[in-house]
Nanobody, 117 residues
Framework: QVQLVESGGGLVQAGTSLRLSCAAS????????MAWFRQAPGKEREIVASINYVNTYLSASVKGRFTVSRDNAKNMMYLQMNSLKLEDTAIYYCAWRPGTNGDYVYWGQGTQVTVSL
């Protein structure tokens, strides 16, 4: 079992930056995929970014502004969010799956990101 804990959320002004962290409870192989999802009020959860040993994915809405990275030695994943917009306001979740495709099996509790004017 993998426990995931997100941190780094908060209230920030539009145009500024924030870095989210996701700590995994056990060593995560580079073969596994870790991802960031987000869910805004009244909207469905959407994937923001994912990373494994063959691919890094960023959704069109964040490409050019967000960067996802991973430190397997520290069992950590990060989401660097730059040029934040009001529409980035959401709860951000960390997720994990054992391979490069398939369902995400483990989820964190989420961290709130609120972007204000």
């Amino acid at each position: 079992q993998v426990q995931l804990v997100e941190s780094g959320g908060g209230l920030v002004q539009a145009g500024t930056s924030l870095r989210l962290s996701c700590a995994a409870s056990t060593r995560t192989s580079s073969i596994s995929t870790m991802a960031w999802f987000r869910q805004a009020p009244g909207k469905e959860r959407e994937i923001v970014a994912s990373i494994n040993y063959v691919n890094t994915y960023l959704s069109a809405s964040v490409k050019g502004r967000f960067t996802v990275s991973r430190d397997n030695a520290k069992n950590m994943m990060y989401l660097q969010m730059n040029s934040l917009k009001l529409e980035d306001t959401a709860i951000y979740y960390c997720a994990w799956r054992p391979g490069t495709n398939g369902d995400y099996v483990y989820w964190g509790q989420g961290t709130q990101v609120t972007v204000s004017l």
